[in-house]
């Protein structure tokens, strides 16, 4: 009765999924760009204006994008070994459930916490991490991530030349990328991408890099947290004509499911005194609060709202820590009808788990929608799912809605 009971609603979706895909794929995203133009200024006159939007009312859709963010994304030695084909290796079945929802978003961020330095450097662990490259093209394809913030505390797990090498490896896979730099003069440069005409802006900084310093004149390679720094590049950002700011901080307690005083301190005076609009927070390897801080401009003396995602905890690792197989995914929704600055109208996150399922070959490590994955185990159809990862995954949707309560806009997404 349960599987019959389900088979109609797991249609639909996939029905729904294949549609989105397709239409995504059959256009292609003004993401792909990062050339810093002004948008087009086709000369329309009034009344062709107005015939158009009566001919097509259906374009009010149009004004509403999705950004999709994304935890750690870590690579250990097991994930890598089970990864590993003739020839190389494939991280795409990783991927491969969990990237029929990351797909389908506008565009894509996810924090990169580890280095490719290529096989020469020798691949490895905690506590240097080197991944294989391959995990780059996975990231970009499988997922449809497009943009990866690295700076993290493991930049220079291969010092300065593990650095370059890794950024040549994003550039070869399509992956934009920001926070770590081969020169001086691509430090300077902010990243900005368009979507539907909407020019969002990434920046992305860490608290340090495990005690590992970089020449003096290669100071430039690594982003730090450093408040005028952020003040500067933000207010670059605008200068360029970014609609919206975002800024990924490598930050906070390792393990700890609630923010620091110098978490919250430090994400207050960035929306006080910048023109951040949203704070991507990662590094503690647990999920953490999502936010909005009312606050008042100290530069304009208005009111301002800020959002704040503290900590969406590990993406895919192979970590032995009680939170390291748990994160969120967080679907972040905006109007962009307003000709001032778009708006956030809610936000939804969806408990993402990480299955390790020993002699399972290339789908040992697995990252799962926790909401489907538990449909899919009451109906019979993940045969790699046991008693045990139910009970795991819901424990874990009990704890989440305690950790991130919903409230007026921000949900659970519970689909």
């Known amino acids: 009765m349960l599987r019959k009971r389900w088979l109609p609603i797991f249609a639909a979706v996939i029905l729904l999924l294949s549609v989105t895909v397709w239409e995504k794929a059959k256009t292609p995203l003004a993401s792909e760009s990062t050339e810093l133009m002004p948008a087009a200024n086709d000369a329309v006159s009034e009344s062709n204006s107005s015939e158009t939007a009566a001919s097509e009312p259906e374009a009010a859709e149009s004004t509403q994008i999705k950004l999709t963010l994304l935890g750690d994304i870590m690579c250990h030695p097991t994930q890598y070994e089970a990864a590993k084909i003739s020839g190389g290796y494939d991280f795409r079945p990783s991927f491969e459930e969990i990237g029929e929802d990351t797909r389908l978003a506008d565009l894509t961020l996810a924090n990169l916490e580890t280095t490719l330095a290529g096989k020469e450097m020798t691949y490895s662990g905690y506590p240097?991490?080197?991944?294989?490259?391959?995990?780059?093209?996975?990231?970009?394809?499988?997922?449809?991530?497009?943009?990866?913030?690295?700076?993290?505390?493991h930049s220079l797990d291969r010092n300065f030349s593990g650095l370059s090498r890794m950024i040549d490896f994003l550039d070869q896979s399509g992956l934009k990328h920001t926070g770590t730099y081969q020169t001086?003069?691509?430090?300077?440069?902010?990243?900005?991408?368009?979507?539907?005409?909407?020019r969002i802006a990434f920046l992305s900084y860490t608290y340090g890099t495990n005690g590992v310093t970089l020449p003096e004149d290669k100071a430039f390679a690594v982003n730090y947290l450093d408040r005028e720094k952020i003040l500067r590049d933000a207010e670059k950002a605008r200068a360029l004509g970014a609609d919206l700011v975002i800024a990924s901080l490598h930050w906070g307690t390792e393990y700890a499911v609630k923010p620091s005083a110098e978490q919250i301190n430090l994400a207050t005076w960035i929306f006080e005194n910048t023109e951040v609009d949203i704070i991507a927070g990662n590094h503690v390897h647990a999920v953490q609060p999502i936010t909005f801080l009312q606050v008042k401009s100290k530069s304009t003396g208005k009111?301002?709202?800020?959002?704040?995602?503290?900590?969406q905890g590990n993406f895919i690792s192979d970590q032995k820590t009680d939170t390291a197989n748990m994160g969120i995914m967080v679907d972040i929704f905006l109007d962009i009808r307003s000709a001032e600055k778009p708006v956030i109208t809610h936000v939804a996150y969806y408990p993402t788990w990480i299955d390790e399922t020993p002699r399972a070959g290339p789908k040992t490590y697995r990252v799962l929608n926790v909401t489907k994955a538990l449909a899919n185990y009451q109906s019979g159809q993940d045969p790699l799912l046991d008693s045990a990862d139910y009970a795991e995954m819901l424990a874990y949707v009990s704890q989440i809605k305690q950790t991130i309560p919903s409230e007026n806009k921000i949900r659970f997404a519970n689909k």
Do not use: M
Not at 131 to 149: C, F, H, I, M, Y
């Open 128 to 153: 240097s991490f080197n991944t294989p490259e391959q995990v780059a093209d996975a990231v970009r394809k499988t997922l449809g991530v497009d943009v990866v913030s690295t700076a993290n505390n």
């Open 184 to 198: 001086a003069e691509d430090s300077q440069k902010i990243l900005i991408q368009e979507i539907s005409g909407l």
């Open 303 to 311: 009111e301002k709202e800020g959002l704040v995602i503290y900590a």
